[in-house]
């Protein structure tokens, strides 16, 4: 996995954000991978507050207000192991302050209270599409994971919708904004279990609440994600496509080992695959990446994009314990997977 010399591609980020203040380590002298990690990983411990046990794969987002200049929603699994979903804010998008207290969330609708009682949630997403940011998660429902929906404005007050599908699912992530008029979102049809397979589905709604049209995407094809895969941090678009960042899962001699890799989606019917890089882009192999409560892991939720300089900060969860940030540009990674496409 070597990425020789600089990209001469030019593509642009469409309907993006100027976001001068990104996370940003340039490539270390050596270097030659297309994503390269923080020197400072991982950026957020797992006993960052009394009474969690761990702190991993969460969702950050560009947000100004008098706590910060980013926020976000970050799984939280306490000393019972219970999971659950807290907010947080950073100056700088890399020394947080998360709420001790878990999100608790508000039913407009008395039937959808009643019917969904929180039980717990857990691997959160977040967009900003249109007037709010909204949030998708996986969701207990009869106890079973699906997909919770729900919304913000500003951190403080959180509006849980109806679940999007029917247990069993994993992996929502929706895309940034309409597509053909209609909200689009990936998922991970699944079992109650660990789900030793998985292929990443589109489905595609008018009001955030009903959702069909589904759409097969991608299927789990080489080695390294032989088992199954799954959507990581909601999509960039690009003149070239949707670039959209997933994790694989390839099972070992020694148990599961999560990587991820990037592919290109079409813009206007975005389960149609331009292009799909062979090869994972990161995996384990640092100490914090390997050693934790499930070994092994590097799991991608979000990513920062800044529109006027193509430059991207990845946030992944580590060992299921820790969160950790990695770097590459727009420009950069659209032509590696262009240049090493399997499709």
């Not at 046990?53 to 019972?80: H, M, Q, T, Y």
């Not at 029917?166 to 909200?183: A, C, D, E, H, S």
């Amino acid at each position: 996995m070597t990425y020789q010399g600089e990209s001469s591609m030019n593509v642009k980020v469409i309907n993006g954000t100027s976001l001068p203040n990104i996370p940003w380590q340039d490539r270390p002298a050596g270097c030659k991978d297309v994503i390269w990690r923080a020197d400072n990983n991982p950026i957020i411990p797992r006993d960052l507050l009394p009474t969690s046990n761990s702190i991993f794969n969460s969702a950050v987002v560009p947000f100004e207000s008098e706590k910060g200049k980013f926020a976000g929603v970050f799984r939280v699994d306490d000393k019972e192991r219970n999971m659950a979903i807290h907010a947080g804010f950073s100056e700088d998008g890399v020394h947080w302050n998360l709420n001790e207290e878990k999100v608790e969330w508000i039913n407009d609708d008395p039937e959808t209270a009643e019917a969904n009682p929180w039980q717990y949630g857990y691997d959160p997403r977040c967009v900003w599409i249109e007037d709010r940011f909204w949030i998708t998660w996986c969701n207990a429902y009869g106890w079973k994971p699906t997909i919770g929906v729900g919304w913000t404005k500003d951190f403080k007050e959180f509006h849980q919708c109806e679940n999007a599908f029917l247990p069993f699912n994993r992996n929502g992530v929706l895309f940034p904004r309409k597509i053909n008029g209609k909200y689009v979102m990936f998922s991970r049809p699944s079992d109650s279990g660990h789900t030793p397979f998985g292929d990443m589905y589109l489905s595609q709604s008018p009001d955030m609440k009903y959702w069909g049209e589904h759409r097969h995407v991608m299927a789990p094809m080489k080695g390294w994600e032989s088992l199954k895969i799954g959507a990581g941090p909601i999509p960039i678009e690009t003149s070239e496509g949707w670039l959209v960042f997933y994790h694989g899962v390839l099972q070992s001699c020694n148990g599961y080992v999560y990587s991820f890799s990037a592919a290109i989606l079409d813009i206007d019917k975005p389960w149609k695959v331009k292009y799909r890089c062979a090869e994972y882009l990161l995996n384990p192999r640092e100490y914090y990446e390997c050693v934790g409560d499930v070994q092994n892991v590097t799991f991608p939720c979000a990513a920062l994009c800044d529109a006027d300089t193509g430059r991207i900060a990845i946030y992944y969860g580590c060992a299921d314990t820790c969160v950790s940030m990695a770097f590459t540009t727009v420009d950069e990674v659209v032509d590696y997977v262009k240049k090493h496409s399997s499709v």
